[in-house]
């Protein structure tokens, strides 16, 4: 069965960074696009940045370009987010995705399997 499980997750202060690791298993990571979205307290799902499945392609929304980075490692089965330059705003349960095919996208309906999500908590 498909499973992700992301981990790297914890407290940082505002500036600083962490790398966040989602494991995948179940089917052949390299035929699917990946993505991260997170969840912030008392908000909905946002989808913030997703890659092609040779790496080729990444897109971000603005609020992270510049200092979220999404990478992937098809011969391990991992994906990465290295997020740099935190903000208090960037508190949320992070979550990687799985989408339905090749092609990225911004619609979560897009993706059909999630992780549990690792919290990433930004305070001073």
């Known amino acids: 069965q498909v499973q992700l499980v992301e981990s790297g997750g914890g407290l940082a202060q505002p500036g600083g960074s962490l790398r966040l690791a989602c494991t995948a298993s179940g089917f052949t990571f390299s035929n699917y696009a990946m993505s991260w979205a997170r969840q912030a307290p008392g908000k909905g799902y946002e989808w913030m940045t997703g890659?092609?499945?040779?790496?080729?392609?990444?897109y971000s929304i603005d609020s992270v370009k510049g200092r979220f980075t999404i990478s992937r490692d098809n011969a391990k089965n991992t994906l990465y987010l290295q997020l740099n330059n935190l903000k208090p705003e960037d508190t949320a349960l992070y979550f990687c995705?799985?989408?339905?095919?090749?092609?990225?996208?911004?619609?979560?309906?897009?993706?059909?399997?999630w992780g549990q999500g690792t919290q990433v908590t930004v305070s001073s």
């Open positions: 890659i092609s499945t040779d790496s080729r392609q990444t």
């Open positions: 995705a799985k989408g339905k095919g090749v092609t990225v996208s911004a619609v979560l309906g897009e993706y059909d399997y």
